[in-house]
């Protein structure tokens, strides 16, 4: 594990990279002459996604493509430079590019997490999330749907499984044994005092009932590691971790 901008950048297999921040986590898939980011980030980590990028000797000319999960800010703040300035590809689930391009907007709203910042552990992460550019609100107008032959040329050949009810065409990737969940399925997050694998607290998710539908998805997923969008990576078949994810009713 190295130590990236005060992060970390975790090596999960041979061509598999978790880089891990307090408040969110992308992933980094390395080719032959080129690397897939799997998210990317808040507008304001621009500069440990470089550095996760320099670590394993890539500049931003060399990223192929990102793949975003979904189009929350947090995950999606750097590919705005990477497209804006590099004319990078940014692909996601057909079903959340109208939410890439901005045509719309399913993410909590200020005030909604305003309601919340009588518990301390939210306070103390909304003013965090606010300096990285938490209220940024452009988009990516270039923001396309994967498809299988896109993917099939990409660093790792991601394979879709389409995880929705976080956002409303979230999509979580498999780069061989390794699911790249970004919000479907996390094993942390700033406001929860939890660790392990769990959903997102309800006031983050555009549809709670298809968030615990994607999670009876992921138990068919055969895997063995999972990198989330936040927390650590977790080293456990998938159908355990979505089952202890699972909510009761």
Known sequence: MATVAGNSLVR??????????????WTLVTGDNAVLLIDAGFPGDRSAVLASLAELGYRPADVAAVLLTHAHVDHFGTAIWLAGEHHVPVYCHADEVGHARRDYLEQASPAQIAR??????????????????????AGIPTAAALTPELAAALP???????TPGHTGGHCSYLVGSVLVSG????????????????????????????????????????????VPGHGEVWRAPIRELAAQACPPR
Do not use: K, M
């Open 12 to 25: 999960v297999t041979d061509t598999v990279y978790a880089a891990h921040t307090p408040h969110v986590n």
């Open 156 to 162: 790792g050949a991601p394979r879709a499984v389409p």
């Open 116 to 137: 919340q910042a009588w518990r301390p552990r939210w306070l103390r992460w909304s003013l965090e999330i606010a300096r990285l550019g938490a209220l940024t609100r």
């Open 183 to 226: 919000d479907a399925l996390v094993t942390g997050h700033p406001v929860s005092d939890r660790v392990g694998p769990q959903l997102l607290p309800s006031v983050f998710n555009h549809d709670e009932a298809r968030c615990r539908a994607s999670l009876t998805a992921l138990a068919d997923v055969d895997a063995e590691i999972l």
